[in-house]
Nanobody, 124 residues
Framework: QVQLVESGGGLVQAGGSLRLACAAS????????MGWFRQAPGKDREFVAA????????YYSDDVKGRFTISRDNAKNTVYLQLNSLKPEDTAVYYC?????????????????WGQGTQVTVSS
C-alpha cells in the first residue's frame, strides 16, 4: 500500500503559478499510473490530469490543457503538477491519487489511493 502526501498549495493571484508535489511512501510510485483531481466547495470531484507509470503519456481535462503540466520523478517517488496562468475558477482542494489500472483513467473511481489534499486559492 502506498501513502500519498500533497504539498505546494497556497494563495496566488490570477495569472500566477504554483507547483504541487505529491510524495509517496510505502511503495514505489512506478507501480502506479497517477492522477490529480480537484474539488471546489459545493462541486463534485473532477479530473485534472493523469500520467502513466513511465511518464511517457499524459492526459488533461479541457479546462486545464495548455496551462497545467503533470510530471513525475520515479527516482524521488514524487509526482508534480505545475499550475500556470491560474484563474479564480481553479480554486479547489487538489488531490493526487494512485491507480493500479493498466490504462490511464479520468475516472476517480479507478484510483485506489489518495492523499489528503492541498488547498489552492486563486484571487481575482
Amino acid at each position: 500500500q502506498v501513502q500519498l502526501v500533497e504539498s505546494g498549495g497556497g494563495l496566488v493571484q490570477a495569472g500566477g503559478s504554483l507547483r504541487l508535489a505529491c510524495a509517496a511512501s510505502g511503495r514505489s510510485l512506478s507501480t502506479y499510473n497517477m492522477g490529480w483531481f480537484r474539488q471546489a466547495p459545493g462541486k463534485d470531484r473532477e479530473f485534472v490530469a493523469a500520467i502513466t507509470r513511465s511518464g511517457g503519456s499524459t492526459y488533461y481535462s479541457d479546462d486545464v490543457k495548455g496551462r497545467f503540466t503533470i510530471s513525475r520523478d520515479n527516482a524521488k517517488n514524487t509526482v508534480y503538477l505545475q499550475l500556470n496562468s491560474l484563474k479564480p475558477e481553479d480554486t479547489a482542494v487538489y488531490y493526487c491519487a494512485a491507480s493500479v489500472s493498466w490504462a490511464i483513467s479520468t475516472d476517480w473511481g479507478t484510483y485506489a489511493y489518495w492523499g489528503q489534499g492541498t488547498q489552492v486559492t486563486v484571487s481575482s
